[in-house]
């Protein structure tokens, strides 16, 4: 009985809560608009690490997207789309580790106060974010892995104060490139964490549709 509900997806469905989709889509529309933001302020103060968290807020607005489509949707698709946002998490850690190299090979230290500004509005967004997301950070993988994405935005977004204040005393690019490396590591091991869990939920989904 439990084997042709499943085939037919009604057990595999969850009741949605109101709450969790309506902060998506907020999670979705700030990402989004900080990502031009970051993008245009990165360019202009010539921080790695303003850039790369640019790409973290696109990657995150396409994940709160893939979140939303699969919220409805049953453990194994859920999973799966959690998988997916891992190996992303990931990919962008890889990204800002290839980014960082090729700034510290230029050496140009970037501009302190653009960068600085850029950065406390972009803490405030994802503090925001992160406080709507909190209720919901021991659900499935999927719901897993958006709290994960909002908390290391707003980890980011400190570490990358930090880097401008560091970047104005001493007037070198290393602060900027030691909180890039930081949040690479923060991206690459946030990803397996979710990778990890979507596996392990992806495995019994998978026995029970079989």
């Known amino acids: 009985m439990a084997g042709s509900c499943c085939d037919s997806g009604c057990s595999a469905r969850i009741a949605v809560s109101p709450r969790f989709r309506k902060a998506l889509w907020v999670a979705l529309i700030i990402n989004a608009v900080m990502f031009a933001v970051e993008i245009v302020g990165g360019v202009k103060s010539g921080s790695v690490s303003l850039l790369a968290d640019a790409v973290d807020f696109a990657g995150d607005a396409a994940n709160y997207g893939i979140s939303l489509a699969v919220l409805s949707m049953g453990l194994m698709w859920r999973s799966r789309a959690a998988m997916v946002k891992g ?50 950070r021991d659900g499935d993988a999927n719901m897993r892995s958006v709290w994960l994405c909002s908390r290391n935005d707003a980890v980011g977004n400190v570490a990358v104060m930090l880097a401008a204040a560091g970047v104005f005393g001493t007037g070198s690019a290393w602060p900027d490139l030691a909180v890039a490396l930081i949040m690479a590591g923060l991206a690459l091991s946030s990803g397996v964490a979710v990778v990890r869990q979507a596996h392990r939920e992806l495995v019994p989904a998978q026995r029970i549709v079989a």
Request: overall charge neutral; hydrophobic content about 65%.
């Open 87 to 136: 190996l992303s998490m990931a990919a962008f850690g890889l990204f800002v580790v290839g980014k960082t190299v090729w700034a510290g090979l230029a050496g140009v230290p970037p501009e302190p106060v653009t960068m600085g500004a850029i950065a406390t509005l972009a803490l405030l967004a994802n503090a925001g974010v992160a406080v709507m997301l909190y209720a919901f």
